[in-house]
């Protein structure tokens, strides 16, 4: 009899201690979801809270740009800062915008992978009441009402400035407009507003010369890798190209590897003429020493304009939709070492 009682009170003892696992359990499962839903703002009224999702690092561009919006928006400035890197996925990018709408961040700032896809997203914002500010990238033009103001560079206009660019540099060596002139593009990542912008310039300008023969344009995600392997098809393809026009460094830097080890020349004392874009160090070095033919700068530092709008925003000031961050050209005569030195990205 004794021992039944033994076995039974370990059945309660054992049954009292899944139940109080399981409460403690339920109990933190619900501690992690208030921290998804309210985590910060309660604690950090007297701070302004803001959600940022960048949207990748494929680029020395985009780490420069990156790290102008981290350096702006500390706790010295009176910040407090919910950085999200999506890494080229506009599904993350939907995703850290949908959490800091959940966690009810004072204000948005995103740099669109691509310009469609963003309806539902902005607008649930909206409806939450919080602003949301476009950095770099754009989103369609019908979408552009869903977002406060945009921060960026003019990349129609950076196309145009490469075309004028490449009118000036053939009339200089004497090209005329009888002679062809045969050209590549290695674009940036399909359907993002930069590479649209850039191609559509550079259109602009060719379309006035008949002998300018684009033979291609392909997308080569602003990368180095990736400038490479396309860079490498298009010399087996054609065999007499005299312009590449690059939308990025990094798929420069892929692009004259592949150009050398096919064993052509590049820049201003070689065959292939190269047109670049972003003017990071790197590229500068190369403008300086006659590898790339030009560079038309494109301006990372948008983070010093981004918190401005806010701070305008903040007194309820009205904000421009669009601020634009100056941009210039290099090329071997004005990349001096004054530029080289301050150049730090
Ligand atoms: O040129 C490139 C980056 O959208 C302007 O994105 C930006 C571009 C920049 O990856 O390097």
Same mark, same amino acid.
Do not use: P, Y
């Given at each position: 009899m004794r021992t039944n009682?033994?076995?039974?009170? &370990?059945? #309660?003892?054992?049954?009292l201690?899944?139940?109080?696992? &399981?409460? #403690?359990?339920?109990w933190g499962l619900g501690l992690f979801t208030d921290i998804e839903e309210e985590p910060y703002v309660s604690e950090e009224t007297d701070r302004i809270v803001v959600g940022v999702s960048q949207l990748g690092s494929e680029s020395g561009w985009r780490t420069a740009n990156t790290e102008s919006v981290q350096s702006v928006f500390t706790t010295e400035n009176g910040y407090f800062l919910l950085f999200s890197n999506a890494r080229q996925k506009q599904e993350n990018q939907i995703k850290a915008?949908?959490?800091f709408i959940s966690q009810r961040v004072d204000y948005i700032v995103f740099a669109p992978v691509v310009e469609n896809g963003w309806r539902t997203v902005l607008q649930e914002a909206k409806e939450a009441g919080i602003p949301v500010i476009m950095m770099d990238r754009k989103v369609e033009a019908a979408d552009q009402d869903l977002c406060v103001s945009w921060v960026g560079t003019d990349s129609r206009q950076e196309g145009v400035k490469a075309g004028r660019w490449l009118e000036g540099h053939l009339r200089r060596e004497g090209v005329t407009e009888e002679e062809d002139v045969n050209i590549v593009v290695l674009t940036g990542t399909e359907g993002a507003s930069s590479a649209i912008g850039r191609s559509m310039g550079f259109a602009e300008v060719a379309r006035k010369h008949a002998n300018w023969k684009i033979l291609e344009e392909k997308c080569a995600d602003f990368t180095s890798a990736k400038g490479k392997e396309v860079m490498a098809g298009f010399l087996r393809k054609y065999p007499d190209i005299d312009v590449v026009v690059s939308q990025n460094d990094?798929?420069?830097?892929?692009?004259?590897e592949a150009i050398r080890e096919a064993g052509r020349t590049v820049g201003v004392y070689g065959e292939i003429s190269i047109i670049s874009f972003d003017a990071v160090h790197d590229a500068l070095e190369m403008v300086a020493d006659g590898t790339i033919n030009v560079d038309i700068e494109c301006n990372p530092n948008q983070g010093e304009y981004l918190s401005q709008v806010?701070?305008?925003?903040?007194?309820?000031?009205e904000v421009e939709k669009d601020y634009y961050v100056e941009e210039d050209i290099f090329t071997i005569d004005n990349v001096t070492e004054e530029v080289l030195q301050e150049r730090n990205y």
């Open positions: 009682w033994k076995h039974n009170e &370990l059945i #309660v003892i054992f049954i201690t899944v139940t109080i696992f &399981l409460a #403690v359990f339920v915008i949908r959490s990094d798929m420069t830097f892929g692009a004259i806010i701070s305008m925003l903040e007194k309820g000031q």
